[in-house]
């Protein structure tokens, strides 16, 4: 059974950071494209970065230079490094695989994110 | 960067059929994906590469796409198609995700 499991959100101050984590189980993070995802309340999804099978990441404008994509093969995980973080970063952040690395066929149940002024 | 736009709601009667439009330049000759999502909930791929559904999604689930604008369709709408719908696509160009506006469907 394939299961994204997202952790490490929180109640951060402006500035600050935050790793989140995503667990995976029933496929391997190294052969998909994989991505996060977030959503503000009460507002639409936005694409936050995604990271190549063959490890090449980019980064939706919005968080370019402050946050960085990652994974950990051996630990099947994926992590989302965010740094300098904005009262607008908040949202709750979704980990998701990519199918033919265009759309989403699995998601986490999303993890929140406060960033505090 | 590219830019897909969708209406914020739509509102149909239980039986009748939902079109949600989502406009972006020469979106035609991209592949665009749908989904749904419930309030609290992750999304769910409805239709994916314009036409295409993932199994388990029933037949009154369709797509289309042309010229600058792609289309879902519900047909025979059901009180548990009330939700939030967005398009999706892959831009080449920025190597970026973009996501559609949004739409909520409300059944009457």
């Known amino acids: 059974e394939v299961q994204l499991v997202e952790s490490g959100g929180g109640l951060v101050q402006r500035g600050g950071s935050l790793r989140l984590s995503c667990a995976v189980s029933?496929?391997?993070?190294?052969?998909?494209?994989m991505s996060w995802v977030r959503q503000a309340p009460g507002k639409g999804l936005e694409w936050v970065a995604v990271?190549?099978?063959?490890?090449?990441?980019y980064y939706a404008d919005s968080v370019k230079g402050r946050f960085t994509i990652s994974r950990h093969n051996p630990e099947n995980t994926l992590f989302l490094q965010m740094n300098s973080l904005r009262v607008e970063d908040t949202a709750v952040y979704y980990c998701?695989?990519?199918?033919?690395?265009?759309?989403?066929?699995?998601w986490g149940q999303g993890t929140l994110v406060t960033v505090s002024s | 960067s590219y830019v897909l736009t969708q209406p914020p709601s739509v509102s149909v009667a239980p039986g009748q059929t939902a079109r949600i439009p989502c406009g972006g330049d020469?979106?035609?000759?991209?592949?665009v994906h749908w989904y749904q999502q419930r309030p609290g909930q992750a999304p769910v791929v409805v239709v994916y590469?314009?036409?295409d559904r993932p199994s388990g999604i029933p037949e009154r689930f369709s797509g289309s796409n042309s010229g600058n604008t792609a289309t879902l369709t519900i047909g025979r709408v059901e009180a548990g198609d009330e939700a939030d719908y967005y398009c999706?696509?892959?831009?080449?160009?920025?190597?970026?995700?973009?996501f559609g506006t949004g739409t909520k469907v409300t059944v009457l």
């Open positions: 029933g496929f391997n993070v190294r052969n998909d494209y």
């Open positions: 999706q696509l892959w831009d080449s160009a920025s190597d970026h995700f973009v």
């Open positions: 998701a695989r990519l199918k033919t690395g265009e759309f989403v066929d699995q």
């Open positions: 590469d314009d036409s």
């Open positions: 990271i190549y099978s063959g490890g090449g990441a």
């Open positions: 020469d979106i035609g000759s991209k592949s």
